[in-house]
T-cell receptor, first 115, second 114 residues
Framework: GDSVTQMEGPVTLSEEAFLTINCTYTATGYPSLFWYVQYPGEGLQLLLKATKADDKGSNKGFEATYRKETTSFHLEKGSVQVSDSAVYFCALSGGLTGGGNKLTFGTGTQLKVEL | SQTIHQWPATLVQPVGSPLSLECTVEGTSNPNLYWYRQAAGRGLQLLFYSVGIGQISSEVPQNLSASRPQDRQFILSSKKLLLSDSGFYLC?????????????FGPGTRLTVL
């Protein structure tokens, strides 16, 4: 079945450091790929997405490129801020019987940014 | 614009008590609706999904049930809660657009079963 593997956290960085959170996936077909962010005590917010190979999703300075050859969707940001501290989830979308799409999530990577 | 509401935000219930969590969506018609659970320190697990009124599919066996009495209302229920039902419950909606089905999440309900 479908699966998503994320790098283990927590990740602790200094402000303005470069961020990479690795994500690889296993899926049949050609899923869409997503990054969601969860701030403490809140629900998930869509951060960015990519729907086909070589697509680059970007938002708020974060980027991720859909790499079919390496089955990866790594999240990057050139300069993190304290406000980026949150848990980041990589996910892929696969079809459900009868319609709709199931999101398969990684276990999440906690990011802590310090001054 | 579309919004999704969940209530209550926080709930503490004794083992064996009933449960009813509600989710409503505004600003869209005929959405796909989903219930996820996030256990402490773990990822999200899909519990139920619905592609229309009265249509419910379950992804995992459990003592929870779901219902969709109206187009934009999705309810998660239990007759008798277990300790293992504790967690963060998230409702999500999606509408197929441009061959992509992006899911948008509500604020969640944190359930503690004692």
């Amino acid at each position: 079945g479908d699966s998503v593997t994320q790098m283990e956290g927590p990740v602790t960085l200094s402000e303005e450091a470069f961020l990479t959170i690795n994500c690889t996936y296993t899926a049949t077909g050609y899923p869409s790929l997503f990054w969601y962010v969860q701030y403490p005590g809140e629900g998930l917010q869509l951060l960015l997405k990519a729907t086909k190979a070589d697509d680059k999703g970007s938002n708020k300075g974060f980027e991720a490129t859909y790499r079919k050859e390496t089955t990866s969707f790594h999240l990057e940001k050139g300069s993190v801020q304290v406000s980026d501290s949150a848990v980041y989830f990589c996910a892929l979308s696969g079809g459900l019987t009868g319609g709709g799409n199931k999101l398969t999530f990684g276990t999440g990577t906690q990011l802590k940014v310090e001054l | 614009s579309q919004t999704i509401h969940q209530w209550p935000a926080t709930l503490v219930q004794p083992v064996g008590s009933p449960l009813s969590l509600e989710c409503t969506v505004e600003g869209t018609s005929n959405p796909n609706l989903y219930w996820y659970r996030q256990a402490a320190g773990r990822g999200l697990q899909l519990l139920f999904y619905s592609v229309g009124i009265g249509q419910i599919s379950s992804e995992v066996p459990q003592n929870l049930s779901a219902s969709r009495p109206q187009d934009r209302q999705f309810i998660l229920s239990s007759k008798k809660l277990l300790l293992s039902d504790s967690g963060f419950y998230l409702c999500a909606w999606s509408v197929l657009a441009r061959n992509t089905d992006t899911q948008y999440f509500g604020p969640g309900t944190r359930l503690t079963v004692l």
